[in-house]
């Protein structure tokens, strides 16, 4: 993890730029999809879901919460993603519903800069990296 500095511009810039943007999602669905059959079952993404602990924590304390409702909360999450409703996500619908996810972030930072913490491997990192060479000029 490392503290990076990003606004809503520097994500609406990396989801604009369709080639760094589709790299970078297709790298992220190929390490979820690890049955390598090119479809997210629920299990491959409930792992992802509780890896990023949104619902865990407040302000990065853990809290705890009732396993029937977070089952309803990644199940909702799940649906969301799965746009035909057939209980599998392809790589169209992870892309298509990353980039909604990605800008609705974007919009919610809006102009003025933050600081936070980002994990190296992350797409909001991913992010703030393509935004460097622009800094270094």
Do not use: W
């Amino acid at each position: 993890m490392s503290v990076e500095i990003l606004d809503g511009a520097t994500i609406v810039g990396f989801v604009e730029d369709e080639e760094a943007f589709d790299v970078c999602v297709s790298d992220l669905f190929g390490q979820l999809d690890t049955d390598k059959d090119g479809l997210l079952s629920y299990a491959e993404m409930l792992k992802e879901l509780q890896r990023l602990r949104v619902f865990e924590t407040h302000f990065g304390i853990d809290v705890k919460r009732d396993p029937e409702e977070r089952a309803r909360v990644f199940k909702s999450l799940f649906a969301q993603f799965d746009h035909d409703l057939n209980g599998r996500i392809d790589l169209k619908e992870f892309k298509e519903e990353t980039k909604q996810i990605m800008l609705a972030m974007a919009n919610g930072l809006g102009s003025l800069p933050v600081q936070m913490a980002l994990e190296h491997d992350s797409l909001l990192m991913k992010a703030v990296q393509r935004e460097y060479p622009k800094i270094a000029a």
